[in-house]
């Protein structure tokens, strides 16, 4: 009978590598076991030298494929990568889906390259419960770049800007009104733009209308930066190299502007009030047949509005607030 691990005698095996301890790892923080959390905080602090670069964009627009690609490339330049793919949840078992996985295959047998599906189970933003803290697995274990591939939910999926020091939107040709859709969304949060299906003949276009968009024909647009809008095809690998260089390039520039750090502190303060959701939100279910339960009859009246009711929430667990 095997005995299991405690989460603390892992952190050296995902320090040193080992393939197993850092998917026993993973699995731990996907799960938001509380025993984890001890050898969690020592991998953030070991943490904190890969580049992270999340990969978002409409369903259909070719992420993973293009993914995979951009893995070999890095794999080419003698790097390491983690891809952390977040898959939607299955509607029966609650899991992923897996799809990322089968589409990245190239790639997956790969010593250098680790693979992880993360299910959304109902996370909104793209992003999967225990997303960063996989990042922060990925990156003690030695990763040079993480790879976040968002669930592809459209323009409310923005919470990867707030997780990665590099953001890419893929768009594929032919979308038409779906670019105009996404404009008000995730079109905003790149630092780098990439074109996929290069070799549709919609493609140069597309290329064209996303230039126009971000102002990148206008000299007085403004911009410190001009964001890359990169044509792509994964069949060929077209332009994968290009926007591989594009992302590296981003990172340099986060280095030599000094923005660099300012974006990790803006990571770390979004990290921790995602964590302060989530305790309170753990700490809410744990109580909500006790000390709770009177709060929430109070709100079934009707008498208690849900403001008045957060309040009284947060006095249950001794935080003091303003008015």
């Known amino acids: 009978m095997s005995t299991r691990i405690d989460s603390i005698d892992l952190v050296e095996g995902v320090c040193a590598g080992q393939s197993r301890a850092i998917a026993r790892m993973l699995s731990r923080a996907e799960a938001g076991e509380a025993e984890a959390a001890e050898a969690l905080d020592v991998l953030y602090r070991r943490a ?9 964009g409409v369903p259909g627009s070719g992420k993973s494929t293009l993914v995979a690609k951009i893995a070999a490339a890095v794999l080419a330049s003698g790097r390491r990568i983690g891809i952390i793919a977040v898959d939607p949840s299955s509607p029966f078992s609650g899991g992923s889906i897996l799809g990322d996985r089968i589409r ?42 993480i790879v976040i591939e968002t669930v592809g939910v459209g323009q ?20 038409g009104d779906d670019i105009q859709a996404i404009k008000a969304g ?13 070799d549709k003949p919609e493609a140069d276009r597309t290329v064209t209308e996303l230039k126009v968009m971000l102002g990148l024909d206008l000299p007085a647009s403004g911009l410190k930066r001009a964001i890359p809008v990169i044509k792509t095809c994964a069949a060929s690998g077209a332009g994968v190299a290009e926007l591989l260089a594009a ?7 986060l280095v030599t502007s ?11 303060e979004r990290r921790m009030l995602k964590a302060a959701e989530q305790i309170l939100h753990d700490e809410f279910e744990r109580h909500r047949q006790g000390r709770m339960a009177d ?17 009284r929430l947060l006095a249950h667990i001794g935080m003091e607030i303003g008015q």
């Open 258 to 268: 000094g923005e660099y750090e300012s974006r990790r502190q803006s990571i770390r």
């Open 104 to 145: 990245m295959g190239e790639v997956t047998g790969d010593p250098a390259v680790f693979m992880r599906s993360m299910a959304t189970r109902g996370a909104l933003g793209g992003l999967a419960r225990g997303t960063l803290e996989a990042v922060d697995i990925l990156d003690a274990a030695g990763y040079d770049m």
């Open 247 to 253: 992302i590296d390039a981003h990172r340099e520039h």
């Open 295 to 311: 709060l929430l009859t109070a709100l079934g009246t009707t008498l208690v509005s849900p403001r008045t009711a957060a309040r």
């Open 156 to 175: 409310d999926e923005v919470d990867v800007v707030r997780a990665a020091h590099t953001t890419v939107v893929v768009s594929a040709p032919g979308l």
């Open 186 to 198: 995730i079109l905003e949060i790149a630092d780098v733009h990439a074109v996929s299906k290069g």
């Open 48 to 56: 904190g030298r890969a580049h992270v670069v999340g990969i978002t």
